[in-house]
């Protein structure tokens, strides 16, 4: 094994919480090496422009070295029986054929993509801060858990995250705080979102622009968005600001700051007296290598970094690294969605404009009418009807003469009304190690066990109901696909697994997301998540969060304390 020279800073993975961090710690003279899983991509290499466009799309999710475009880098515990209650919905529709039918449901598929910038390659550019309601669940609603820190302790850096990546957005939303005008005036409502606010018009709901890390004019070098619709599939214009675009280069100007892509993390070594001295990794050769440095943080995601730090293990951590809580991998939170997909008889042009340019906050606070704890917010997106191919293959029926005349009269037609529910921490949905199944590189993966509550039935419920009469109200001709969290468990906003708290039993991190048990060792990323805020996107939180703990690290360090 080949021993790298000892630095200040290794930071596991480049995403939304470990480019911050990178930046900061850069800027502020540390010496700092980012070891990300996956590649390095050049936006102008992807497919957009291509008549192949979605075939291959880009940033591809993994790519494997031996065996390619790799799915299944977890498994799954066992599969969750159908639920009564949400049998009683499912039959609700039944008849109009929506749903395939079965008494399991399906396993969670996690949406991500590994390479420089982390999942903010194909995210579609949500950014939202959380409200203050978000903080405190269980002082509010008597449930989950309230989080150490409080809104106004992030409020400083949401604005500083927002300054870095030129977010574009309307403020005024009567569904969140004030918080004064943002870097750059929202994008207007794409002719899709303007046809289905007729139906949250006449309901009373508030069909508002999103908040975008998307620029609306130029801004720093990077061009005004071209409504494309392609954000899920990274973005050849820089419009959208995914992290290697934005934050990793101005961490890397700083001259402080290498980025070591197709770096594997095998595990965390111990020095003697139980702090984090480095760890041991592979490179694009599968050859193992030793980063020694003083001071650790893994951002690697809510399902990556427990996967690591359980696969740490050590006479002084037998359950696994900062584990003495035994909460590492627990109270996995994942999404809850419910879409229903509706054809227009007129022209909506839905392949054009933004993938998620509108939202609906009305139900963003948890409502005592309601049946459930927990906040929704609705939307309207083209989501996975992006093109010819996807209508062909997703929505199309019949083939030769039949599927013509449906692609002729009804491409750009289609669009898909949605919802996002916010799941409460549990601890039987967990994160744990299946030594059963290993990577490419021999490492134990990730074993994914979670289950729907009740409270996500009802939520389901809730959520169906009110996209039909949205739908219904807007005039739509017909409903062609619907499908929810048990039918397609689409989870690409996750959290939860290395909760941050004050009392050490009974969580992982303390609020600046530092390990209770090994004070050089830090974790940042949406794993240090108490609740969910509401049912936001959480990568502008990810982001605040972040920067908010690399002042900590930065003062921490300069007192000797790390």
């Avoid at 979102?193 to 018009?201: A, L, T």
């Avoid at 908040?211 to 973005?235: K, T």
């Avoid at 590492?328 to 993938?355: D, P, R, S, W």
Wanted: charged share 20%.
């Amino acid at each position: 094994m080949s021993n790298e020279k000892e630095i200040d800073v290794c930071i596991i993975g480049s995403g939304a919480g470990g480019s911050p961090v990178a930046y900061a710690l850069g800027k502020a003279g540390f010496s700092v090496v980012v070891l990300e899983a996956g590649p390095r991509y050049n936006p102008m290499e992807y497919h957009l422009n291509q008549k192949d466009w979605e075939q291959y799309p880009y940033p591809q999710p993994f790519i494997d070295p031996k065996h390619g475009r790799q799915k299944d880098l977890y498994t799954y515990g066992t599969p969750e029986k159908l639920n009564p209650a949400y049998g009683q919905l499912r039959s609700e529709i039944k008849d109009r054929g929506f749903f395939n039918i079965t008494n399991r449901r399906r396993p969670p598929h996690i949406d991500r993509a590994k390479g420089v910038g982390g999942t903010t390659l194909h995210y579609q550019g949500e950014a939202h801060r959380f409200s203050p309601f978000g903080f405190n669940t269980r002082s509010l609603y008597g449930v989950a858990d309230d989080w150490p820190i409080k809104y106004d302790d992030l409020k400083p850096y949401y604005k500083k995250a927002e300054d870095f990546l030129g977010v574009s957005g309307l403020d005024g939303n009567p569904f969140k705080p004030p918080r004064g005008p943002f870097p750059n005036p929202p994008h207007e409502l794409s002719c899709a979102s303007k046809r289905v606010k007729v139906g949250f018009d006449k309901l009373g709901l508030h069909l508002w622009p999103n908040s975008l890390n998307i620029v609306s004019r130029p801004f720093e070098g990077r061009p005004a968005c071209n409504y494309c619709n392609g954000c899920f599939l990274g973005c050849m214009m820089r419009s959208k600001g995914s992290m290697d675009i934005t934050l990793i280069p101005k961490a890397e100007a700083t001259g402080n700051v290498e980025v070591r892509p197709n770096s594997v993390v095998r595990e965390v070594s111990l020095d003697n007296s139980g702090k984090v001295d480095g760890v041991i990794y592979y490179d694009s050769q599968k050859l193992e290598k030793r980063q020694k440095a003083r001071i650790l943080v893994v951002s690697a995601s809510a399902l990556e970094s427990p996967r690591l730090l359980l696969n740490s293990k050590s006479s002084l951590f037998p359950n696994g690294l900062a584990n003495s809580s035994g909460l590492v991998g627990k109270n996995f939170m994942e999404t809850i969605i419910y879409c229903n997909t509706v054809l227009f008889t007129e022209q909506i042009h839905a392949y054009k404009g933004l993938q998620i340019d509108s939202r609906a906050w009305d139900y963003n606070e948890p409502r005592k009418e309601n049946g459930f704890i927990g906040g929704v917010v609705f939307g309207v997106s083209a989501l996975d009807l992006l093109g010819p191919a996807s209508y062909a293959k997703r929505l199309a029926p019949g083939w030769g003469r039949e599927h013509k005349e449906f692609m002729r009269k009804y491409f750009g037609h289609a669009i898909n009304v949605f919802a996002i529910g916010e799941q409460l921490p549990n601890e039987g949905n967990q994160i744990t190690i299946d030594s059963q199944k290993k990577d490419y590189y021999g490492i134990p993966v990730a074993k994914i066990t979670t289950k729907l509550s009740s409270n996500d039935l009802e939520m389901l419920s809730f959520m169906q109901k009110e996209c039909y009469e949205i739908v219904a109200a807007a005039g739509a001709a017909d409903s062609v696909r619907q499908f929810s969290s048990y039918d397609l468990s689409l989870v690409s906003h996750m959290g939860g697994t290395c909760r941050m708290g004050t009392n050490p039993s009974k969580s992982v991190l303390n609020p600046y997301c530092q390990s209770h048990d090994v004070k050089n060792l830090f974790v940042i990323d949406s794993s240090c998540f108490v609740t969910q805020g509401g049912g936001d996107s959480p990568s502008l939180t990810i982001h605040s969060i972040a920067l908010r703990a690399s002042d900590y690290i930065i003062s921490e360090a300069k007192k000797g304390n790390l």
